[in-house]
């Protein structure tokens, strides 16, 4: 038994070197990932999934007339029926999200308030209703208020508090218009308002989507700020004919037109249908039922509506 004893922890390091000198043999961790990034509060223009809004601020969105009774009904903690928060309770509001939890039927957030520390509860799978991240409302408002940006539709709206009723006031495509204010939205799809002025002196406003923080998975790349405005004139970044720059204006196409043309008149369809051949790329862009636009190799070829 003593010789068994002494040659043991002679064996023991034996042993370790020759694995060490197994090819066949590592030891250790395995594999490389890519490094995610995280998600920085300050940098709005990056998607935060729920479980990161700890420590975000939120704003409770205002509404339209018709819908300020409702108040906020994805929210409980307030002193109306079922402990929903009144419009008047909260509206205009800041508050902290300080915890995010999942539930039986979807995760929970806890939402204190800045100036009183009243605290909320909001449910939701991947949004919850009526409120929206105060950071996507601040970058806009530091980058582009009182810029210029080239509004790429044909009207922008308009809203009277007094009758409830909306309206819309027409305008070149791709016209500049001046950013007057930037202040929350009614939707927590589309949050940020810009409010702007056309060339004529008339003002009205326009609903984006920045982050795509608390919107739904359907509606995140809905209502982008790319798909309504361009920062520089895109007269000076593409240098087309006068043709398709009225075609573009008067959100017409023909046959011929680039792809990115055809995008610029028509704006984003609604899906893209593509098929690789032999022979290149062939795309169906659908806006509609009956609405189709056809591309060879990037280059339309046929339209129907």
């Known amino acids: 038994m003593r010789a068994l004893i002494i040659l043991v922890p002679i064996l023991f390091p034996q042993i370790s070197i020759v694995f060490a000198q197994n090819p066949y043999i590592r030891e250790g961790s395995i594999g490389k990932q890519k490094e995610q990034k995280e998600t920085s509060q300050k940098d709005p223009l990056s998607f935060r999934p729920m479980e990161k809004w700890v420590g975000e601020k939120f704003i409770f969105l205002p509404k339209s007339e018709s819908l300020k009774k409702s108040g906020y009904q994805s929210i409980v903690g307030g002193k109306e029926r079922f402990g929903q928060p009144s419009y008047e309770e909260c509206v205009g509001r800041v508050g902290t999200i300080t915890k995010v939890a999942d539930g039986y039927s979807g995760r929970y957030i806890t939402i204190q308030t800045d100036d009183n520390g009243q605290i909320y509860t909001g449910l939701g799978s991947v949004s919850i209703e009526g409120i929206a ?14 810029k210029i940006l080239w509004y790429a539709r044909k ?35 589309m949050p940020v308002r810009f409010i702007l002025q056309t060339p004529s002196g008339e003002e009205g406003f326009i609903d984006v989507n920045l982050s795509g923080t608390n919107v739904s998975y359907r509606l995140r790349d809905c209502n982008r700020f790319e798909e ?37 008149s028509r704006g984003k369809p609604k899906e893209i249908n593509k098929t690789i051949t032999v022979n290149g790329t062939n795309e169906q862009w659908v806006y509609a039922i009956g609405s189709y636009l056809y591309f060879d190799n990037g280059v339309l070829t046929g339209m129907q509506y």
């Open 133 to 146: 991240p105060v950071a996507d409302i601040d970058y806009a408002r530091n980058k582009w208020l009182g």
């Open 155 to 189: 009207k922008i709206l308009t809203y009277n508090e007094t009758t409830g009723k909306s309206g819309s006031i027409k305008l070149k495509k791709y016209s500049p218009a001046k950013v007057v204010d930037v202040v929350a939205g009614w939707y927590e799809d």
């Open 228 to 264: 309504y405005f361009f920062t520089e004139d895109p007269k000076k970044i593409y240098k087309w004919s006068s043709e398709v720059w009225t075609a573009i204006e008067e959100e017409k196409v023909f046959v011929g037109m680039t792809a990115e043309q055809a995008y610029m």
